[in-house]
C-alpha cells in the first residue's frame, strides 16, 4: 500500500521522511514474511516478523519523538562506521579495509562529530553511550514511549497498543532469530515410518537405545507457519491503525478498510491448522 500510493511528503522533518523509509521497508519485509509463512517455512517467517516489527516500532517512535531523535538515527551510522573499522584493525588488520590515510581521517572525523551532542544549556553529552545501538532505550521502553505520546496527543484514558504489538509478535519470535531450542525442537523427530525403531540393548557397563533421527528440512508444522502468517497480519494492521491515527486522513483509514478484510481472511483460514 505504501509502496503503490503517490505520497508526497511535504517539508517537514526529517524524522517524516526516516519513519515513511522505515515503514516502507517495513511492507517489504512483510510482504516477504507472508510468502515464507505459505510456504510453511515458520522460522524463517516468524524471524522476518521479527525484523518487520523492530523496523515499525522504531518508525513510529522516531515519527513521534521528533527531529533530534532522528538525526540520532542518523548519525549513528558514522559513529559504528569508524568503531567497526577500529576492532577490526585492533583484531586482524590485515582482513581491515585497506582505507587511505585520508580516508580514515575522514572517518574518524565523521565518528568525532556525532558521538556527542549539545544539550539546551551548552554542555555536551554522550550521544550513543557504550555505542550498542543508536539509543541507549530498549525496543520495549520506545514501544512504551509510542503508547505513552499517544495518549497524551488524543487525549485517551490508556493506550497499550504498541506494548501488545511487541508481546505478542516481537518477543515471540525471538527464539527463531536467536536458534534457540523452542525453535528446534519441532524440526527433531524420531524416525519411525510405520514401525517402531528397533532398540538394541548392549549388556556392557551402560544400557544403550539406539535410534535414528531425522531432522525436517521443510517445517511440517501447519500451525507454527500459521502462527507465524497471523503475526505478521497482525503487526501490518497494527501500522496501518498508527498511521491512521496518527495523520487522521480518510485515505489511511480506508486502507485499514481494505486490509482488515484479507487479516479476517487469513485467521479463519489458519485456525483449524493452528488447532
Known amino acids: 500500500m505504501l509502496w503503490t500510493e503517490k505520497t508526497v511528503l511535504k517539508p517537514l522533518g526529517f524524522e517524516y521522511v526516516i519513519a515513511y523509509a522505515l515503514l516502507l ?30 523496523k515499525i516500532i522504531n518508525a513510529e517512535f522516531i515519527l513521534l519523538s521528533g527531529t533530534d531523535m532522528a538525526l540520532d538515527y542518523i548519525q549513528y551510522n558514522a559513529f559504528r562506521a569508524w568503531r567497526e573499522f577500529e576492532e577490526l584493525q585492533k583484531f586482524r588488520p590485515e582482513i581491515a579495509p585497506a582505507y587511505s590515510a585520508a580516508f580514515q581521517q575522514k572517518l574518524r572525523k565523521a565518528h568525532d562529530q556525532a558521538k556527542t551532542r549539545i544539550l539546551p544549556d551548552g554542555s555536551i553529552a554522550s550521544r550513543y553511550g557504550r555505542g550498542h545501538d543508536w539509543i541507549s532505550i530498549g525496543l520495549l521502553k520506545r514501544a512504551e514511549a509510542v503508547d505513552e505520546k499517544i495518549k497524551k496527543k488524543f ?25 534457540a531450542w523452542a525453535s528446534l525442537a ?20 551402560d544400557e544403550l537405545v539406539e535410534m535414528s533421527v531425522g531432522v525436517r528440512v521443510k517445517d511440517k508444522d501447519k500451525g507454527v507457519a500459521a502462527d507465524a502468517l497471523n503475526a505478521a497480519n497482525m ?3 497494527s501500522t496501518i491503525l498508527f498511521i491512521g491515527k ?24 489458519t485456525r483449524s491448522l493452528s488447532k
Not at 511492507?27 to 516489527?53: C, G, H, I, P, Q
Not at 497498543?161 to 536458534?179: D, E, K
Request: aromatic share 12%; no cysteine.
Open 235 to 237: 503487526a501490518a494492521l
Open 25 to 54: 521497508r517495513a511492507e517489504r519485509t512483510f510482504a516477504a514474511a507472508r510468502s515464507l509463512a505459505r510456504n510453511l517455512m515458520a522460522d524463517d517467517a516468524f524471524a522476518l516478523v521479527r525484523v518487520m516489527v523492530e
Open 155 to 179: 487525549s485517551m484514558g490508556t493506550f497499550d497498543a504498541t506494548r501488545i504489538l511487541y508481546y505478542s509478535t516481537y518477543q515471540s519470535s525471538a527464539a527463531y532469530v536467536h536458534g
Open 186 to 205: 519441532r524440526s527433531i523427530e524420531t524416525q519411525r515410518q510405520g514401525s517402531e525403531i528397533e532398540s538394541h540393548h548392549h549388556k556392557a557397563e
Open 246 to 269: 496518527v495523520f487522521s486522513e480518510l485515505r489511511y483509514l480506508k486502507w485499514a478498510d481494505a486490509f482488515k478484510n484479507t487479516y479476517l481472511d487469513d485467521r479463519r483460514r
